[in-house]
């Protein structure tokens, strides 16, 4: 029985470092992100450094920006997102080739953007100009209907 105990005690403590360790981890790469957040969830941290998901918006950007008036290609995603996962090596490649400033805005991290925005599913690419939605493509698309849709809304 005690050497039970000291086993339950010795597996208790390792758990509890690894959880201190990985929410460490997790928060020195948080320190300096671009979503302006002390604590971000795991898969966002895991897309920090990833080329396809830079250029981010915060909600007070994009809320400035459209009450402004300004035009902006917006993809709303999440990073646990499958079909997300899929569209993003295909859409924001194209986007950088065609001249488009392609903001994206992280649903996982801002959660007030799926009733802020109409967001009914990810992916989602909303087209604003002049501070109002004009267009919007939903879902996983291919390479060419991307290109139309966006060559449409230039």
Known sequence: MKKAIIFLGI???LFGALAFITNLSNSEKAEGN???KDSLDPATVDQLDDPLYQNQILPDELDQALSDGEDAFVYFYRPTCI???NTSPILVPLAEDMGIDLKK???LEFENGW????IESTPTLVRFKDGKEVDRIVGTQSEAKFKQWIEKNK
């Open 115 to 118: 009733g802020d925005y109409g």
């Open 105 to 107: 805005f992280n649903l």
């Open 11 to 13: 597996i208790v403590v």
């Open 34 to 36: 671009p979503y302006g």
């Open 83 to 85: 079909h997300c996962k």
